[in-house]
Every structure is written in C-alpha cells, then in structure tokens.
C-alpha cells in the first residue's frame, strides 16, 4: 500500500515537474536576427494592429475592429471599434485616429473611395464593390499608427497598439518592450531585439552559439539548413515569384508578351536556384487554394516563343529585380532564357531601375479565401481590381482574364522558413509565414 | 659650246648623278637598318609575350589542377555522380574559383552540361563544348559574360579525379596581361578581342557556333593603358589579319603627320582550331628614321676633295621634301681640317639648311635612343 503510494506520489510529482516546464514563463529577452531592414512587416505587426487580421490559417479575424457589416452591395462597409483600446502612449484609440492613419497609408490605389468616421465606427465607402475588404485590411499597408500624438507632434517612432512599443530603431537594430497594456493582454518576454541586414550565414552562426533565438532561412537554403539540423519552421507557399511586364513601349505588342512568358525556363529556376522548395506556378493561387491552377500550363516552348516573335527584332529591355544574389541570378536566368528567344535583356537593381520593362517581384499569397487572396495579390502588383469571385468556374475565369494580359507572369509559389533556437517556446508562424512572437516565451535561463 | 664647257657640263652631270645615286642609297640604307631594327624588336616583344603567354598557361593549367585535385571537388564529383543531382552545387564554382585565385571558373557535367559556373551563375544546365573539345594543354577562348560583353581568356581542362566531371578554368588576357610586359619607350602594344567578331552565332542549347565576321571595333583594341589612340587607323591592319589569319605588317599614320607614323605588326592569335580568337598589335615609331631622313646631320669633310664636293653638292641640292643625310665621323675634326675656308663653307651651309652636326658617337642616340644604333659611316657614302 505505502509502495503504490510512493510510485504515485513519484508519478505525480514527475507530472507536475513536466507540466511546470511546459509551462511559459514571462519575462526575458528575444533575439531575433534578419537580413533585411529591421522594421520589416513581421516587427511592424508586433508594434501595430490593423481593423482585421489573418489568424494562422489565414481566415479573417476581428483586430480593432470588433466586428463589420456591409450593406449596399459591398459598396459600404461600417467598423466597429474595439472599445477599451490604447496606444503606446496612452492616448485611446479612437475612429479618427483611425480614419487619419488610414488616409496616410492609403496611396492611389485604395480599394475604396472615401473613409470616414461616425462615432465609434469606421465607414468606406466605394464606387465599386469591396467585397474583399476585411481580408484587404489584414494587410501591411493598412495597419493603425499613430499619426499625431496628443500635443499635435508627429512621433519620432512609430506608436501602434500593438504587443511590444518601439524602444529605439535604427538601420540596423531595432529594440521593442513588451506592451504591459496591449488589449490582446501582455506578451511573454519583456524585450526583442531585431538585428537587421545580417547575412545568412552570421545569422546561423549566431543561432548556434546562442546570440540569438530565431534566424531567417531562405527557400534556397533550406536544404542546407537541413543538414545543419537546425530547427526549422517552415511555411505553406505565402509568397508568388512573379515577372511583371510592362505593357508600354515595345511591349505593349501583346505577341511579345506572349513569346516572353512561352520562353521562361519554371523549372530550372525552381529545381536549381531554389533548391526545389515551394512549387512551379503557372497560376496566380495555387493549387491548394483553388483547385484549378493545373489548367494553366507551366512548361517552356521556346520554338512557340520564337514563333510568336516572328521577325520582329525588340530593342534592349531591362529586367529589374531586388538587390538579394539570388533573385539577381533568377533575373540572370531569366534574361538568359529570353536571349534564346531573340530578346536582349539587361538585368538591373529594382532601386536603379524603377521603370524597367520587366520586373521579378516577390508578390504575397495570403488568405484563406481565393477571391481575397487574388485581389490582395494583384493589389500588390499594382492593379487597382476588385474580383468578387465566389466559385471556381468564375475564380478560374477571373485568373485566366488576368494572365491572359501576360503583364503578370507567375513563376514560383514560395514559403518562408526561420531557425529557431533552443530557448524560445511556442513559435508559430503568421499567415504571411513570418513568426508571431506575441505569444513566443523563453526557457528558464535557470 | 666650247670644250671647256662641256667638261663642266659633263662634270656636273657626272657630279649630280653621283650624288643622286649616293642619295638615294643612303635612304634606302637608313630605311633598311631602321626595318631590321622594327623587325628585331617586334620579334623580341613577340617572344617576350609568347614567354608570358607560356608562363601563364602554366600559372592557369597548374591552378585548374590544384582545384580538380582538392578533396572539395573530388567529393563534389562523387555526390554528383551518385546523385545525379547538382543543384546543391550551384555556386561551387564561385568559392573554387575564389579559393584558387581563378577569374574563371566552371564545372561541367558528364552531359557536357555546366553545373556551375563562376563568371556567370546563372548559366548552369546550357552546354559548355570546351570542357568536351579541349585537351589538357591550355587554349585561347572567348567568354560570354552576363553583361552582354565577351572576354577572351586563357583556359585549361581537368578531370576530377576518374569521374567524367571537368572544371574549365582561366584567367582573363586584357589590358591588365599587356601591362605586366615589357615595353620599350616608343612601342604601342594592343591586343584586338571580341569572339563576337567570329562567332556570333552561338546556339545555347546545342553549343554550335556558326562564325562570322563583323565590323572593326575601334573600341575593341585595348592597350595597357586603356583604348589604343587612333584605334580606327588599325582597321586595315586587323582586318587583314582576320581574313589571311597570319601576321600583317603595315605603316599607320594615326595623325597624318609623317613623324607621328608607326611601323605596326599585326599577329593573329589562334585557338587549336586554328580560329583567331585575338590579334596582338605591336606597333614601333618611325619618328627616327623619319627624322633621320628630314635632316641632314652630318658632313664628313675631312678627306678627300671628292667627298668634301660631294658634301657641298648636297646641301646645295637639298630641297624641302628631299632630304639628304650626310655623314661624318666625328665633329671636332671640323677644327683640324686644313681647309678652314671650307669647313666653314659646309659649316654655313648646313645651319642654312636647317641641318645639324653631330659626332659619330652621338648620332645614333639621337636618331633613335632606343633601338639598335643605325650606322652610316662615312666611307659608305
């Protein structure tokens, strides 16, 4: 009897010793490293929140707006504030505030005509329908800042609601603390630390000796870092690797577009440059998503793209894309590719060719919802469309209408990856594949 | 006419004749000894290249088989064979070529197909025939690069171990190889290269070349310092090069001006196919001989009356355009000649002719500093 005791009294205690280190313990600081800048979109969605946000599954949920209702078709949306909710500073948030922000990030291309703010409630209001948005709100570019602070003053650094404050940023290192007041509740770790522009490997060199807990893994890399061992998280395809065509100048022959998209070599960009990670796109959203992208075909015809070409001898193009080496050799790849076609194309940095005639950009795939997802995705690529496309006879119409253009050529469907370390618990990864460090705590250092 | 006169006139006729004989013998003479001169140096640079060119083929085939020899690409090789994937191997390449100090660099496949390539990453999959065609021996090749342009290059070939995987590597033949030669004051050197001047055609997937010439590029031919000046007056020149593929010498005149004309050589520069790949131009001043020609320096008057009257004879007969180069063998026999009358006589007559007096022992510095020293002596004329 005092034996079966001793043994559950030992189980118990073993249980609770293991429940106990499960359990997530406030307070710490995180590192986290990146090789861009490092107020980047996942640092911005630790310090600001929008009307909406995408959970992880990528279905539209209440942010600060609490709910939403349309009427008029889809041509007037009415949000619903939170109540309760402050900025950084103290000041509460408020629908002017909201409708200020708003006006600020909102460029030439807003999915709506006008925004306005009645009470509590946010109003837009559009000559076309806006089906889409509560999923377009989710984005980047429309989440809440504070643009005037109570004193009239316009903030040194951004002030949001969000998780974590804005200690100090600069070009390379930005600190945020933890918002002891955030209406999602108080984050885990009191301090993150983004170290920006850091190469690849630093960053993984760093992981393993400990200085810090979540390093970035490029697709291309991903198959390294495997044998590295490191401990990855890795994404479904959020990102589309697309050529943008000019439909201007030289290019605005619709034939040639044509012959350009026939004469892209998919799978020798997929399969060697990156590694075989994410998947060949032909389509704008990706098979999971609609179910229809295998009816766009995806194989090169260089004879077709000859064909299509004729005799007609273009003048030099200029291909631009990011300054990263790897979407450099893909535009090289590109460009090489279009050589055996008859194009002589000149591959540029995107910061000194802004109005180059080609572009390779990294355009994003997020949302549960395909008609959300695609209007996001051709927003991003600068077209001002609205698609209210609810099944996928009419979704495969809508794509195919797009890419019958050839101004949009898609090329590869691709995930993020991140390293993470040993010390920080429960990552998981955002819609947009960056990881949500709202709710990431660290080990004991005991 | 009396008797009288017709032995002056037929003295004089005899006297004009003699130096109109003496004349032209003595410009053919300077321009023979100038021509051995050019010959003698442009064989010299020639072999000074051709000892370079050798020394860095070695430099190059010895770097290419220190790389096939390095446990790196041996285990390279052997995952790629085994696998028969080389994606992983993308930039490979790049660190080899950086490790061994190589401006180019690629690793081709048993397909013939590159794997990776150092001077242009984004090449991988396309045929590389070189890697297929080339022996061990280093060769000449011309390199597409990204940008659009061509460089030629210095290649060797190695195999990996036993496995038929092959690194190409090389160096760069430009500008930067002319300057590490040596020049001799007055020479211009410049190398002609642009493989799109002979092969234009180059089908990607298949590695066929259909060559073709095109158009001189004046900008093409570099020196040590850059562009060739003049560049387009070596058009004939390289041309000809081009369509006889053997060497072709000829004068350019990049000014107009006499003085400035240069005796340039044109050698083409083959592949083992025998295709000029770069035509090496090697071009001398003719200021010297130029100058020689235009002045007369020298009057030897010290001997006999014969050669005194030849010496008056031909500053008397000196026209603007034809000049004559008399000769002596040193200046200060002037002051011991018997003669003073006559020593001045000559003395006058070459300062009105814009002419100069110079010792044997300088004149041929002063002709041409830097070449073999061009010797007329007076007993010669």
């Not at chain 2, 004879?313 to 063998?329: E, S």
Request: with cysteine; glycine share 6%.
């Amino acid at each position: 009897m005092l034996r079966r005791f001793a043994i559950s009294l030992f189980l118990v205690l073993v249980g609770t010793c293991a429940w106990g280190r499960t359990r997530p313990h406030y307070g710490g600081s995180l590192h986290v490293e990146v090789a861009s800048d490092p107020w980047n979109g996942m640092a911005r969605r630790l310090v600001l929140d929008g009307l909406t946000a995408l959970d992880a599954s990528g279905v539209v949920r209440p942010a600060l707006a609490s709910d939403w209702q349309s009427d008029s078709a889809d041509h007037r949306w009415q949000f619903r504030l939170r109540q309760g909710v402050n900025f950084h500073d103290g000041s509460p948030l408020n629908a002017t505030a909201v409708v200020m922000a708003l006006n600020i990030a909102c460029n030439a291309s807003c999915p709506w005509t006008a925004v306005r703010a009645v009470g509590s409630t946010v109003i837009f209001t559009g000559d076309s329908p806006m089906p889409n948005l509560p999923a377009l709100l989710a984005g980047d570019a429309y989440l809440i800042t504070l643009t005037r602070t109570a004193d009239g003053q316009t903030p040194a650094n951004p002030i949001g609601t969000g998780p974590f404050q804005v200690t100090s940023l600069s070009s390379a290192l930005l600190t945020l603390t933890a918002n002891e007041s955030c209406w999602r509740g108080r984050p885990f770790v009191d301090e993150i630390t983004i170290t920006g522009n850091r190469p690849i490997r630093d960053q993984w060199l760093d992981l393993s000796v400990g200085r810090t807990d979540i390093a970035e893994v490029p697709p291309q890399e991903l198959r390294q870092a495997q044998l590295q061992h490191l401990t990855l998280l890795i994404s479904q395809p959020v990102e589309l690797l697309a050529l943008e065509v000019s439909d201007t100048g030289v290019l605005a022959n619709a034939v040639l577009r044509a012959a350009i998209a026939q004469a892209v070599d998919r799978s020798a960009i997929f399969n060697v440059i990156f590694q075989k990670q994410g998947e060949v796109a032909a389509s704008l959203l990706p098979q999971s998503r609609t179910g229809c992208a295998f009816l766009f075909p995806a194989d090169r015809d260089l004879n077709k793209a000859n064909e299509l070409r004729g005799g007609l001898t273009p003048p030099p193009l200029t291909l631009a894309a990011d300054g990263d080496p790897t979407m450099q050799l893909a535009a090289q790849r590109i460009a090489l590719n279009l050589r055996e076609a008859g194009f002589n194309l000149q591959v540029a940095n995107a910061h000194n060719a802004p109005h180059a005639d080609l572009a390779l950009r990294k355009l994003p795939l997020q949302g549960a919802d395909p008609a959300a997802a695609l209007e996001t995705l051709l927003r991003a690529a600068g077209e001002n469309v609205s698609v209210a496309s609810r099944n996928s006879t009419s979704l495969y119409r809508a794509e195919h209408d797009v890419l019958d253009l050839k101004t949009l050529i898609p090329l590869l469907d691709l995930p993020r990856a991140w390293a993470i370390g040993s010390r920080a618990r429960d990552v998981r990864l955002r819609a947009d594949g960056t990881p949500d460090l709202a709710d990431v705590s660290l080990e004991s250092t005991q | 006419m009396s008797l009288r006169q017709k032995l002056l006139l037929l003295f004089s006729l005899t006297v004009a004749a003699a130096v109109a004989a003496v004349a032209w013998t003595v410009l053919v003479r300077i321009r023979h000894v100038f021509e051995i001169s050019n010959q003698e140096e442009t064989a010299l640079f020639v072999s000074q290249f051709q000892r370079e060119f050798q020394h860095r083929s070695q430099e190059v085939a010895a770097a290419v088989n220190r790389v096939a020899s390095s446990e790196r690409a041996r285990s390279m090789a052997f995952e790629v064979a085994q696998s028969g994937d080389a994606a992983p191997y993308l930039t490979e390449a790049q660190s080899m070529a950086q490790d061994a100090q190589l401006e180019f660099l690629e690793i081709v496949g048993a397909d013939g197909k590159i794997v990776s390539s150092a001077q242009w990453p984004a090449r991988f999959g396309y045929p590389e025939p070189a890697a297929a065609n080339a022996t061990t021996k280093p060769f000449l090749k011309s390199e597409d690069l990204p940008d659009g342009s061509t460089a030629l290059g210095l290649f060797a070939v190695q195999a990996v171990g036993t496995t038929e995987i092959r690194l190409i590597g090389g160096e760069r033949l430009d500008q930067s190889f002319l300057a590490d030669l040596p020049v001799a004051p007055g020479m211009q050197i410049g190398l002609y290269s642009d493989t799109n001047i002979f092969t234009t055609t180059v089908n990607l997937k298949t590695g066929a070349t259909t060559p073709a010439v095109m158009a001189f590029d004046p900008a093409r031919l570099l020196g040590p310092n850059g562009a060739v000046p003049a560049a387009g007056q070596y058009k004939n020149l390289i041309d000809g090069v081009l369509s006889s593929r053997q060497q072709v010498s000829s004068i350019v005149n990049p000014t107009g001006r006499r003085e400035d004309s240069l005796n340039a050589t044109a050698i083409p520069l083959t592949n083992e196919q025998g295709d000029v790949m770069a035509v090496l131009v090697v071009a001398i001043s003719r200021s010297g001989m130029v100058e020689a020609q235009q002045h007369s320096l020298l009057i030897d008057v010290r001997d006999s009356p014969c050669e005194r009257q030849f010496a008056r004879a031909f500053d008397v007969q000196r026209r603007p355009g034809n000049p004559f180069l008399v000769v002596r063998a040193c200046k200060h026999l002037f002051c011991n000649h018997a003669m003073w009358n006559e020593r001045r006589h000559v003395q006058d007559l070459l300062v009105n002719a814009d002419c100069k007096a110079l010792p044997g022992s300088e004149f041929p510095g002063k002709v041409h500093p830097f070449r073999p020293k061009p010797v007329v002596y007076a007993n010669d004329v």
